[in-house]
């Protein structure tokens, strides 16, 4: 059964770079049918798609992050990460990572939708 | 950027009763819409992509209709276990975007 496990500081002080792993168990990440992405939940607001990576290494990242996010993937450790620069208060949230559905073969289908999901992992922004 | 607006913010439904939850695109998305539950402390659970069509192992008290920019997740005689957070997002266009939830409580 594939688990998604999300794991990381919960506290980051302002200015500095929040760093997130996803651990992949029960399935390889090495799959041309999904990508594997970030998703957040701030405070009384609904779910913020952060970014999507392949196992290649190709990725989707949300415009509104204006490249403070880095998304990156270890297919030796079957894992995949975030990366978050310049945090403020307005990061914290509960971060989850999830198994991104194409569809089909992700090079002939473009159906982005979450499949499998991790429990998710709060980190608060605080100094 | 595609505006996801879900209504109502929260619903209050006795058990056993219908719950009709609303989710309205910007613009249209075609049937490009998936519906998601989630609760605290836990992982949130795919229930219908396509806009109609149930997950592995959903319930088929759960159902998911509409197109272009009104959708539509029907949950009917509610459980316990249905009484939570549901957010719908769409895949027709970047960014991937979600509404901000509609959640479900005990009348």
């Known amino acids: 059964q594939l688990q998604l496990q999300e794991s990381g500081p919960g506290l980051v002080k302002p200015s500095e770079t929040l760093s997130l792993t996803c651990k992949v168990s029960g399935d390889s990440i090495i799959s041309s049918l999904y990508y594997w992405g970030w998703i957040r939940q701030s405070p009384g607001k609904g779910l913020e798609w952060i970014g999507n990576i392949f196992y290649s290494g190709s990725t989707h990242h949300n415009p509104s992050l204006k490249s403070r996010a880095t998304i990156s993937v270890d297919t030796s450790k079957n894992q995949f990460s975030l990366n978050l620069s310049a945090v403020t208060a307005a990061d914290t949230a509960v971060y989850y990572c999830?198994?991104?559905?194409?569809?089909?073969?992700?090079?002939?289908?473009?159906?982005?939708?979450?499949?499998?999901w991790g429990k998710g992992t709060t980190v608060t922004v605080s100094s | 950027e595609i505006v996801m607006t879900q209504s109502p913010a929260t619903l209050s439904v006795s058990p056993g009763e219908r719950a009709t939850l609303s989710c309205r695109a910007s613009?249209?998305?075609?049937?490009?819409l998936a519906w998601y539950q989630h609760k605290p402390g836990q992982a949130p659970r795919l229930l219908i992509f396509g806009a109609s069509i149930r997950a592995t192992g959903v319930s088929a008290r759960f159902s998911g209709s509409g197109s272009g920019t009104e959708f539509t997740l029907t949950i009917t005689l509610l459980q316990s276990e249905d009484f939570a957070v549901y957010s719908c997002q769409q895949y027709y266009n970047w960014p991937l975007t979600f509404g901000g939830g509609t959640k479900v409580e005990i009348k």
């Open positions: 613009q249209s998305v075609n049937s490009d």
């Open positions: 999830a198994r991104v559905y194409c569809g089909g073969d992700c090079y002939d289908y473009f159906y982005y939708y979450m499949d499998v």
